[in-house]
């Protein structure tokens, strides 16, 4: 097999990948649906709260507060988005681990690269763009289900504010903005670099160590204060388990391929 990488070959196994892991893939997508519709049910939830209050005593306007509700809402369902969007990508090579799908791989007529490219745009641009469609179905499911919770103030659909906070993240405005920016991108690509080193190394328990990890690293974010320098580490170990989970899997049959059960 000629390791020079082929588009031809490349879209080949892409559309393979796609197809092979459509099962996988739809339950990403339902749970991404229940989750960001919990998640704004209880934002909602909360801005009813304290509507009654905040209308009445304090005079504040009405639709400021519920656009606040909404932008809080998408700014969970945006955090909520790239944490699924990390543990998704824990998936993406976990069913190498069994013996049966490592021989289908090796069996593919495509190089190394264009193999492990194929699994990276499945579980990253692909998975993203459905967590997108996904974000819109929660948001209409949360909006038809909202009057049985309460009929005193209704919240139209958080789409367009879910856009600015994409919007957000990748357009600055001043040197504060581009430095959180920096410290939030830094932090997804570290996660995502573990994500797709998990899956190759440990398997289908990837997602569980990147969750403990991910914890970890909110509590030590809490109890110390933020140094730009972490952004830099951070920066560093996304290129070196990218890279060290590009070596595992250009490996990973000498050491696992008969080790395994199906």
Same mark, same amino acid.
């Given at each position: ?16 990948? !796609? ?7 739809? *339950?990403?997508?339902?749970?991404? +649906?229940?989750?960001?519709? %919990?998640?704004?049910?209880?934002? /909602? ?10 209308? #009445? ?10 656009? #606040?509700? !909404?932008?809080?809402?998408? #700014?969970?369902?945006? *955090?909520?988005?790239?944490? !699924?969007? /990390? ?6 090579? $976990? ?30 641009? +692909? ?13 209409? !499911? ?14 139209? *659909? ?5 856009? /600015? ?7 600055? %405005? ?15 690509? &570290? ?7 998990? #899956? ?14 991910? &914890? ?16 830099? +580490? ?11 989970? $590009?070596?595992?899997? /250009? ?12």
């Amino acid at each position: 097999m000629n390791n020079q990488f082929s588009f031809c070959r490349f879209w080949h196994v892409l559309v393979w990948t !796609l197809v092979y892991h459509w099962r996988q893939l739809l *339950t990403l997508f339902s749970v991404a +649906v229940i989750a960001f519709a %919990t998640f704004e049910m209880f934002a /909602c939830i909360q801005a009813r709260n304290d509507y009654a209050y905040k209308v #009445s005593l304090m005079h504040e306007n009405e639709t400021v507060l519920i656009n #606040s509700a !909404l932008r809080g809402a998408a #700014s969970s369902c945006a *955090t909520v988005g790239a944490v !699924l969007l /990390c543990i998704g990508a824990a998936f993406a090579f $976990y069913q190498l681990h069994h013996r049966n799908e490592s021989r289908r791989w090796l069996m593919l007529p495509a190089s190394n690269m264009e193999k492990f490219v194929a699994r990276w745009v499945v579980y990253v641009p +692909v998975l993203f763009v459905i967590y997108v469609v996904a974000f819109m179905l929660g948001d209409l !499911l949360r909006m038809a289900v909202w009057p049985v919770f309460s009929e005193e103030v209704s919240f139209p *659909t958080a789409i367009p504010k879910f856009f /600015c906070v994409m919007k957000y993240l990748v357009v600055w %405005t001043n040197p504060f903005h581009l430095e959180k920016i920096t410290l939030m991108w830094g932090l997804f690509w &570290f996660f995502h670099a573990l994500s797709l080193f998990s #899956s190759v190394w440990i398997g289908r328990w990837a997602w569980l160590f990147v969750t403990v990890v991910f &914890f970890a690293v909110i509590g030590l974010f809490i109890q110390i204060n933020y140094q730009g320098g972490i952004v830099t +580490v951070f920066y560093l170990l996304a290129v070196v388990l990218a890279i060290v989970a $590009y070596w595992l899997f /250009c490996r990973f049959p000498k050491y696992k391929l008969f080790h395994n059960k199906d």
